[in-house]
Structures are given as structure tokens and as C-alpha cells.
Nanobody, 125 residues
Framework: QIQLIESGGGLVQSGDSLRLSCAAS????????MGWFRQTPGKEREFVAA????????YDVESVKGRFMISRDNAKNMVYLQMNSLKPEDTAAYFC??????????????????WGQGTQVTVSS
């Protein structure tokens, strides 16, 4: 059974940092592109960042603008999203996802095969 379990969300103040974690089981992340998406009520899920099996990365430049960094630890089968200088507009449920595609790095949710349940990040002003 394939599972992606996110953790690390919480309530923080504007300017704070958080590190989200995604623990994968049932799949080896070194064979997948791993992505982070976020979603607020009433809006579509939006792309944040992705990292492929060659450690190539893609970010949504407009929203993260150098504040976020995605990384992976293949030995632990974990993916991380380091979020710095958080803003109230970063408030959302954050989801980890896995895409089984050579090179990958898609920014489209439809291309991802597996999803976690999400972790809530709330940034107060």
C-alpha cells in the first residue's frame, strides 16, 4: 500500500519558518518526481515545488520567490519543504504528491499519481 504522510504544519506568525515533511511508504521516492502543492477552501490546488529523481527542481516562482526549498532524503524515503519568511497568503493545506514519470517536474496535479492527506499551515499577520 502506497502512502504519503505529511507533517510539520502549524500556526506561525508572519516571517517565521516551517519545515514540512513527507514520509513515503510503498514506493521508493528515488524513482519518482515528488511535489508539493497547496490549496485553500474554494480554490484549485496549486503547484508549489517539485524535485525529480535527478534532483532537478522546479518552483512556482511567483508564489515562493526564493523563500521555499524542496529537498529529498532517499535513504529515509522523505521529502521536505523548507518554508522561510512565511506570509499570511501562504496559509493553506499543503499536500505531498508523487509522479511516476521519467524526468517529471510537472506542475499539474493531474500528472501526479499518489497524494497525501495534507497538513495545514496557518500564518498570522
Amino acid at each position: 500500500q502506497i502512502q504519503l504522510i505529511e507533517s510539520g504544519g502549524g500556526l506561525v506568525q508572519s516571517g517565521d519558518s516551517l519545515r514540512l515533511s513527507c514520509a513515503a511508504s510503498g514506493l521508493a521516492i528515488n524513482s519518482y518526481t515528488m511535489g508539493w502543492f497547496r490549496q485553500t477552501p474554494g480554490k484549485e490546488r496549486e503547484f508549489v515545488a517539485a524535485i525529480n529523481e535527478y534532483d532537478g527542481t522546479l518552483y512556482d516562482v511567483e508564489s515562493v520567490k526564493g523563500r521555499f526549498m524542496i529537498s529529498r532524503d532517499n535513504a529515509k524515503n522523505m521529502v521536505y519543504l523548507q518554508m522561510n519568511s512565511l506570509k499570511p497568503e501562504d496559509t493553506a493545506a499543503y499536500f505531498c504528491a508523487a509522479e511516476q514519470s521519467v524526468l517529471g517536474l510537472s506542475r499539474f496535479p493531474k500528472d501526479y499519481d499518489y497524494w497525501g492527506q495534507g497538513t495545514q499551515v496557518t500564518v498570522s499577520s
